[in-house]
């Protein structure tokens, strides 16, 4: 037999182990050599003809995490996507055609092609936690299932439940994967291989009547294109087709095929070769890679992510209160210091309110209560390993800040601020110990984005800025590396794009018109609700702090809004009216031209900053520019990012734009500095 | 070095503020409150939680949920999984119990360093099923067959499903089977309390909580809890400003209807809070380099007729006294806890009377007088609540403070227990500097 270097085959009294452990990895994914591989051992499966097959992992932790994405990459068409489809859908069939039973053990994530494999068994055991993930998250990166996956879901769990686990991408807990029958069993890890054995020794229940009943039902082309049409409803809402086809595709490949196995394998197949070949599936593969590029800063500095256990918080406004929760529900210990009672208390509601969210066990909410503590007296400060100031934007009293807790701070404690105008050389120069100083600049809403901007100034500390990054990986957040100049990254490019919207609304054009311009290009929140959002006064203070350092100026409608006291969502009114934390938007219409003018000068708005960004080195380079843009503003993830988007336009066909602009709107739209410069390679 | 004796000194101490019960369930649970005023007074301490040697908790009325509630604070407190953690349970006097079990063990040379406290929270006392509605439950579930089932149905009465109120139940001594109230009915009447007394015994707590309110001298003791509906508590919420002799001699006697004395207004207020102290003994105040705020001396405590409890003081303070061999002049400062007017107002009465000294105290004749100067100046029980389990610790801690204020020396705190009880305990402060005498 060949030598096989991904797979284990082990024999004990009838039991057949059959063992996935993918060398030099620290996750099983399944390229074409685990798949090839699991081919040439199924042979000798059939072969020895054991009782049972046991599908194991042979890492401590994680099932299968998904196919080998870095795979998706070398695909240059559809042709040799479809064959490498193809190979996979034999290699699966095999598996689930094995004459005895099957049963794959799930000692954690079970990922997209993981859970695919699984589903080929004849059963599936998971162990229970709370942290381990089992779904099919291929929409996220622009495809659907290609290994089989939905047509066995399906068959598995019923097409309701499967079509919105799929369409959604969105991943189980082990114990609601049983609930839905995604899994046979969640029990503890020390009871795996029993629960396994167990699952074997059972005879397969027929189907109920009530799921006989549904499955004759479904098998009729009209229920299924009933059913399709409620969910597309739902689907729509959610992401525009043009922008993300693979989950309207998914739907369609089961509302023409729903009762044929075979076609919709086929189908499925040739589904996902279109699809992986597409330019959006390229750029949410580009981002996935970009993500995990920034979640191994840390690591290559070779910082300890690990001693990160207690975290001071100065300031319990809304982004203070919501970085100390977060921290939290992260397995931090957060005191949280305000000399405003009032402040504090509401603090300690919105963190309520976000653990009980996600944690919804009463016992692990009181648990994380537990950790967050409201400090009045600010006695926290002397034992915590980060020590994190978000008060108001006054330089003064950040200064007073930091000359204060470096007074108390344990030594080797990160001093940070999570400011988002003040430059920090002059935060930090009062300190004994200046490099200890950096900025954690956090996005609004906390818990949601997942960016944090790790801000270098002058003075800070090689040293402090590897520990700042390997905290942000600790609370499970993308750190990007950012100079200390006004607005850093996101908010520098996001704000002439705002202005512009709020210029448009001061031209008479709807909010409502404004905000629809930019999501029909893919933003994931219109300007205009974005600002209500902020906040009008923080976007005025740091539209005011960003046009003194680099010119223009911020219309006068926001600052009459200001002082008319209207400062968006949080005083019920800003350009919309606020009720329930939902906007009030109207109906409005407006044709396809106007709707394509307004989204060019909000976008070029943004090029043309992201340019100048490049030129001025505020980060380190295109790729860290479009995950910044994407993962801490909402940029249209499918469209890879400001610069990719340049790209996509031809730079010079985008140059050329400007001209036009220019020539309308005036000298806001003039090319920056930076352009000529520009080395975009493909 | 076990059996080595080693003084105990006073650390350091917090405390919730107290919450008066408004019918419903409170926002905090026992251990929550423990949780809530223990956190902040760790966060300032030089050492860490997890180097306590033992946590004890004084707890009448633990939740469903809090069974030894010292441990479950001690390990949400973060004290960690090795240090043991135990509860202690002597009615009112629970969170006294505790400084008393934690002195003794570090008197001994058990621990070193101890985190003792009492926690109460009377709102969450428990409304039960009666034993019978509960056996009745156990049949109808037995029943198997259908008629058995009809049976065990006919057996049902409305009446069955009468609640039993754990708080009022708490206040009735069970064994004499008088409330709590009455009981002080019965010392006041014995040693001629008017009412009147009561009710100016009672605003003169109110109005001497008022204006410590107002000089900021909780500000050091409270630290303020917040719940998870966005309110922050920071003040003792049992304080009534307008509270007159006048306006209290307008309420309806609770306990002797129609004609007694003890009304809702001078007795003390059903109430949720936590205290904690730490306590060291020398070797830890080395290792820490702690600083020493006072000294624990000496703990009595005494048995009386639980129909006379209210005089729990008068029997545990007098012994306290002699065999420390100091008169009543001696004692600088007196806390005795205000379970109702009536009740301290009949120990001092006592103290006064030769008679009762000599008959039921052993003495040679009266003790004295204490100076109402000296006594609760910033209010009791009647104003700031009585969270049974709590009050012993808090009147320690308190009488602590005032000592520091006044730099005077040494204080008695001291309470009656239901069931037929006194504590005192006798402390006294750190030498800060030279006394002018």
Redo the contacts between chains.
């Keep these: 037999m060949a030598q096989l270097n991904n797979w284990r085959i082990n024999s004990e009294s009838g039991w057949c182990r059959l063992t996935l452990d993918v060398p030099r990895a620290s996750q099983n994914v399944l390229s074409a050599e685990v798949i090839a591989e699991l081919d040439i051992a199924l042979e000798q499966i059939e072969r020895d003809a054991p009782n049972a097959v046991l599908l194991c992992s042979g890492k401590e932790r994680g099932f299968v995490a998904g196919a080998d994405v870095r795979e998706f990459a070398k695909i240059e068409s559809g042709e040799q996507a479809a064959e490498a489809l193809a190979s996979a859908h034999r290699v699966f069939a095999r598996l689930e055609a094995l004459p005895m039973p099957s049963v794959a053990l799930i000692n954690g994530h079970c990922l997209g092609g993981g859970l695919e494999l699984a589903l080929a068994c004849d059963f599936r055991v998971a162990a229970d936690s709370e942290s381990a993930r089992i779904g099919l998250p291929e929409v996220l990166l622009g495809i659907h299932p290609g290994f089989g996956g939905s047509v066995r879901l399906i068959e598995t769990i019923g097409a309701p439940a499967a079509l919105q686990l799929m369409l959604s991408g969105r991943g189980l807990a082990p114990r609601s994967a049983r609930r839905l029958g995604v899994v046979d069993y969640a029990v503890p890890m020390r009871q795996l291989e029993s629960a396994a054995r167990y699952a074997v020794s059972r005879p397969r229940l027929p189907d109920g009547k009530l799921k006989g009943l549904w499955k004759t039902v479904m098998a009729s082309l009209p229920a299924r294109a009933l059913m399709c049409a409620f969910i597309k409803r739902q689907l729509r809402a959610r992401v525009r087709r043009e922008h993300y086809p693979a989950p309207y595709q998914l739907l369609e490949l089961w509302r023409r095929h729903g009762n044929d196995r075979e076609a919709m394998f086929a189908a499925e197949r040739e589904s996902v070769a279109q699809l992986i070949t597409s330019a959006a599936s390229r750029n949410l593969v580009k981002l996935f890679f970009l993500r995990e590029k920034l979640k191994k800063i840390p690591k290559e500095t070779g910082k300890e992510t690990a001693h990160f256990s207690h975290i001071h918080v100065i300031g319990a406004g809304v982004m203070g209160g919501d970085i100390a929760a977060w921290c939290v529900l992260r397995g931090l210990?957060a005191?949280l210091h305000d000399s405003n009672?009032?402040a504090?208390?509401?603090a300690?509601?919105r963190a309520?309110n976000l653990f009980r969210r996600r944690l919804k066990s009463p016992r692990l909410v009181?648990?994380a209560?537990?950790r967050f503590?409201?400090?009045?007296?600010g006695?926290?400060a002397?034992?915590a390993d980060v020590i994190l100031e978000a008060i108001v934007e006054d330089r003064a009293a950040k200064a007073a800040v930091f000359a204060e807790a470096q007074k108390v701070a344990r030594s080797g404690a990160l001093l940070a601020t999570n400011t988002s105008g003040i430059p920090l050389e002059e935060l930090a120069s009062g300190l004994r110990a200046p490099g200890q100083l950096v900025g954690l600049h956090f996005f609004n809403p906390v818990a949601r984005m997942q960016l944090i901007e790790v801000v270098r100034g002058e003075q800070s500390s090689p040293d402090s800025l590897a520990a700042a990054a390997a905290f942000a990986a600790r609370i499970g957040r993308l750190p990007l590396a950012v100079k200390s100049r006004p607005g850093f990254l996101v908010n520098r490019i996001l704000m002439p794009y705002l202005l512009e919207a709020v210029q448009l609304l001061e031209e008479g054009v709807r909010g409502e018109i404004v905000d629809r311009a930019a999501e029909q290009f893919g933003m994931a929140m219109g300007p205009v609700e974005l600002a209500d959002n902020v906040g009008l006064d923080v976007c005025m203070h740091v539209a005011r702090n960003l046009t003194k350092t680099y010119g223009g100026e911020a219309p006068g409608m926001l600052a009459q809004k200001v002082e008319g006291g209207n400062l968006g969502k949080k005083t019920g009114e800003g350009f919309y009216r606020w009720t329930r934390g939902k906007a009030q938007k109207e109906k409005a219409d407006s044709d396809a031209r106007t709707l394509a003018a307004i989204e060019e000068r909000l976008i070029f708005r943004m090029l043309n900053e992201s340019v100048a960004c490049l030129n001025e080195g505020i980060v380190d380079g295109a790729d860290s520019l479009d995950a910044g843009m994407v993962f801490g503003a909402g940029f249209a993830p499918f469209r890879g990012g400001p610069v990719a988007y340049i790209i996509e336009q031809g730079q010079e066909a985008a140059l050329r734009r400007f001209d036009g602009l220019q020539e309308r709107y005036g000298e806001r739209f003039a090319p920056c500095a930076g352009w000529k410069e520009l080395q975009l390679g493909e | 070095m076990p059996n080595a004796q080693q003084n105990v000194y006073i650390i350091d101490g917090a405390r919730t503020p107290f919450l008066k019960a408004a019918g419903a369930p409170g926002p905090f649970a026992a251990a929550d409150l423990a949780v809530a005023a223990g956190r902040p007074l760790l966060a300032r301490q030089p050492f860490a939680p997890n180097e306590f040697d033992e946590v004890i908790l004084g707890c009448v009325g633990p939740g469903v949920d809090e069974a030894n509630i010292a441990r479950v604070a001690s390990l949400r407190l973060g004290c960690g999984e090795e240090t043991p953690a135990w509860t202690v349970g002597r009615n009112c006097a629970s969170g006294m119990q505790a400084l008393d079990s934690a002195a003794t063990n570090i008197a001994s040379g058990r621990a070193d360093l101890v985190l003792a406290g009492g926690a109460e929270s009377m709102s969450h006392a428990p409304v039960l099923f009666s034993l019978r509605f509960v056996a009745w439950l156990a049949g109808f579930s037995r029943a198997k067959t259908f008629p058995d089932k009809l049976r065990a149905l006919a057996r049902f009465r409305p009446g069955l499903l009468k609640p039993v109120i754990g708080l009022l139940r708490g206040l009735t001594d069970p064994v004499a089977g008088i409330n709590m109230g009455q009981t002080a009915e019965k010392v006041a009447h014995r040693f001629g309390v008017a009412r009147e007394e009561m009710d100016a015994f009672a605003a003169r707590s109110h109005e001497r909580l008022a204006a410590a309110v107002d000089d900021g001298f909780f500000e050091e003791e409270i630290v303020p809890i917040f719940d998870t509906a966005g309110n922050a508590y920071r003040e003792d919420t049992g304080l009534r400003r307008d509270s007159t002799p006048d306006k209290l001699a307008k309420l309806k006697p609770v306990f002797d209807r129609p004609a007694g004395k003890v009304t809702a207004g001078n007795s003390a207020q059903i109430t949720d809070g936590c205290a904690w102290l730490v306590l060291a003994g020398e070797r830890a105040v080395a290792r820490h380099n702690l600083r020493v705020r006072g000294r624990l001396l000496d703990c009595n405590w005494a048995g009386l007729d639980p129909a006379q409890m209210g005089l729990g003081p008068a029997h545990a303070g007098a012994p306290l006294l002699q065999r420390n061999q100091f008169e009543l002049h001696d004692i600088d400062y007196w806390e005795i806890n205000e379970a109702f007017a009536a009740q301290v107002l009949a120990c001092l009465a006592a103290w006064r009377s030769d008679e009762y000294c000599r008959e039921h105290l052993g003495l040679r004749g009266a003790l004295g007088e204490i100076d109402p100067a000296r006594l609760n100046i910033d209010g009791g029980g009647i104003s700031i609540g009585h969270p049974v389990g709590a009050s012993g610790a808090r009147i320690v801690l308190h009488a602590l403070r005032v000592l520091e204020k006044n730099d005077w020396r040494r204080a008695v705190a001291t309470l009656c227990i239901g069931g037929g009880q006194g504590g005192a305990m006798l402390i006294e402060r750190a030498e800060k500097k030279p006394r002018a005498n």
């Design positions: 210990r005191t009672p009032a504090l208390a509401n300690m509601k309520h009181q648990r209560l537990d503590q409201p400090d009045p007296a006695d926290g002397r034992r």
